[in-house]
């Protein structure tokens, strides 16, 4: 009895156990068979992945307009140009694109969102002093607007503005408008990306040529200098502008920079009768709506540029006869010499690139002649290199961080250097005839221009024509007589010829 009771447990056991393995086979049977369909699934999602790839974003500069040398019957001579062209930073080289639907000099950029830019007003002819060619020398002021789309490599003419302007500045709201300010109207406007409106908003206190825009932490936008003394601020939430403050010097051509601390930085220029450059500055405190003298620079600039490093430095650069430049430093607040540039410049542009470097492209050199240089300071290394030339010289043009979908096919076909020493003998010929007829009032504007311009002096007190070549931010460049009377001047300021 008890062998039978034994065996039959040890039978229960048998039958338990086979149930026990089979269930554990059955599970494991299940789970292998679960993960291969995970597996094969994940191997099928594996597919889209290199679709991903020609969409990748690179950041390119978006170089337009501003004055060069164009094309006539008679040669090349000065003028405002509409050709375009981008910064490659990976490649390190300018390459040229489809032009502007218009020249323009003296006008304004705003970048909407990463892959676009709005380009607003300006003036299509050179400024030409009235006192040195009394004929049909007015330019045309434009009220037209443009914009670049980086996915497709064109430009696309947008709605007039409601005022035509020139020298206005335009600055991209936190809310994604642009705000346009400054011409001959005191109304300042509102471009609208999701409309593709303008529209007008508040109006300032007097009207400005040559003044400087700085959004605020806030989101409120600083407006100075260009005319008025007093300092306004933009505020989007009700569409006006509130006095903030004023300024010691009445400048034009000065540069505004937000610092990290949310203060304005308010630098060099010259005063608005253009006596000459000055070496002060000014800081803008947003929390108290004041404005107080700052440090003195080390040289007296205008027509500089004045770019943000990621350390909290300011890069102050060019305005003046030679290659100096200087820091702003914010915690000792004093301005330290910096390394020499490649060359001198004004009315260039800096353009701050995503590795923390700084694009300078073009400008006028000494003799106000426009430069096709460019360089890059690297704060790592603390000096300037040379990275190449533009397609094209160029001055007072407009240069814009963007970004671009790979691949880039939009490009043009990279001028041949057949062309560029074609202009060569022309202006062989060209001094003999422009110096001979001088004081005639027929002798070309543009050749003219360029052989009476004088040398940028030391201390920047002199008289030149050169200035209304079209350079909006460079004030080494004075009116072209010093005896200009009252009435003269504001009936140049309603030209723009400052």
């Not at 109304?187 to 529209?199: C, G, I, K």
């Not at 002798?443 to 201390?459: E, L, N």
């Given at each position: 009895m008890r062998e039978r009771l034994t065996a039959s447990v040890d039978a229960g056991r048998i039958v338990r156990t086979s149930i026990l393995c089979a269930l554990v086979i059955a599970v494991c049977c299940a789970n292998s068979h679960?993960?291969?369909?995970?597996?094969?699934?994940?191997?099928?999602?594996?597919?889209?992945?290199?679709?991903?790839?020609?969409?990748?974003?690179?950041?390119?500069?978006?170089?337009?307009?501003?004055?060069?040398?164009?094309?006539?019957?008679?040669?090349?001579s000065p003028g405002v140009l509409n050709t375009a062209e981008i910064y490659d930073s990976a490649l390190h080289r300018f390459l040229p694109i489809a032009p502007m639907n218009e020249r323009r000099d003296l006008f304004a950029a705003a970048a909407l969102g990463i892959d676009q830019v709005l380009i607003v007003g300006g003036v299509n002819t050179l400024l030409v002093p009235l006192v040195v060619f009394p004929g049909p020398a007015m330019p045309w002021v434009m009220s037209s607007a443009e914009i670049f789309n980086s996915s497709n490599g064109k430009f696309v003419s947008a709605p007039n503005m409601k005022s035509a302007r020139d020298e206005p500045t335009a600055t991209t709201l936190k809310n994604g408008k642009v705000l346009i300010v400054g011409g001959e109207?005191?109304?300042?406007?509102?471009?609208?990306?999701?409309?593709?409106?303008?529209?007008?908003?508040?109006?300032?206190?007097s009207s400005r040529h040559g003044q400087t825009a700085t959004l605020l932490r806030q989101g409120g936008v600083l407006i100075a200098g260009g005319g008025f003394l007093k300092a306004e601020v933009y505020d989007p939430a009700d569409g006006k502008f509130h006095l903030a403050g004023k300024l010691s010097d009445n400048r034009v051509y000065h540069t505004a920079t937000l610092l990290m601390d949310g203060r304005v930085l308010i630098a060099g220029g010259c005063p608005f009768a253009r006596s000459g450059a000055v070496d002060s500055s000014e800081i803008f405190d947003e929390s108290r709506r004041a404005i107080r003298p700052g440090p003195r620079m080390n040289q007296?600039?205008?027509?500089?540029?004045?770019?943000?490093?990621?350390?909290?430095?300011?890069?102050?650069?060019?305005?003046?006869?030679?290659?100096?430049?200087?820091?702003?430093?914010?915690?000792?607040?004093?301005?330290?010499?910096?390394p020499k540039m490649m060359e001198a410049r004004s009315g260039h542009s800096a353009t701050l690139l995503p590795d923390g470097t700084v694009l300078l492209a073009g400008g006028w050199d000494p003799d106000y002649k426009p430069l096709s240089s460019a360089e890059i300071f690297d704060p790592a290394t603390n000096r300037f290199v040379s990275t190449g030339a533009m397609t094209e010289a160029r001055a007072g043009h407009s240069a814009k961080l963007i970004w671009a979908r790979e691949p880039i096919n939009w490009i043009r076909p990279t001028p041949s250097?057949?062309?560029?020493?074609?202009?060569?003998?022309?202006?062989?010929?060209?001094?003999?005839?422009?110096?001979?007829?001088?004081?005639?009032?027929?002798?070309?504007?543009?050749?003219?221009?360029?052989?009476?311009?004088?040398?940028?002096?030391?201390?920047?007190?002199?008289?030149?024509?050169?200035?209304?070549?079209?350079?909006?931010?460079?004030?080494?460049?004075?009116?072209?007589?010093?005896?200009?009377?009252?009435?003269?001047l504001s009936q140049s300021n309603q030209d723009g010829i400052k």
């Open positions: 679960a993960s291969g369909r995970r597996h094969a699934h994940r191997a099928h999602r594996a597919t889209p992945k290199p679709v991903a790839t020609p969409s990748a974003l690179k950041p390119v500069v978006l170089i337009v307009g501003g004055t060069g040398f164009v094309d006539r019957p008679t040669g090349e109207s005191i109304v300042a406007e509102l471009y609208d990306p999701a409309s593709n409106t303008f529209s007008e908003t508040g109006a300032m206190a007296r600039r205008a027509g500089h540029t004045a770019t943000l490093l990621n350390d909290g430095r300011v890069l102050i650069a060019g305005g003046r006869g030679d290659n100096s430049t200087e820091f702003y430093d914010p915690r000792s607040r004093k301005f330290i010499a910096g250097t057949t062309p560029a020493a074609t202009p060569t003998p022309t202006p062989t010929p060209s001094p003999t005839p422009t110096e001979t007829p001088r004081p005639a009032p027929s002798a070309t504007p543009s050749a003219s221009r360029g052989q009476t311009s004088t040398r940028t002096p030391p201390d920047f007190s002199f008289t030149s024509i050169a200035a209304p070549l079209g350079d909006r931010r460079s004030t080494n460049e004075t009116r072209p007589s010093p005896t200009l009377s009252p009435s003269m």
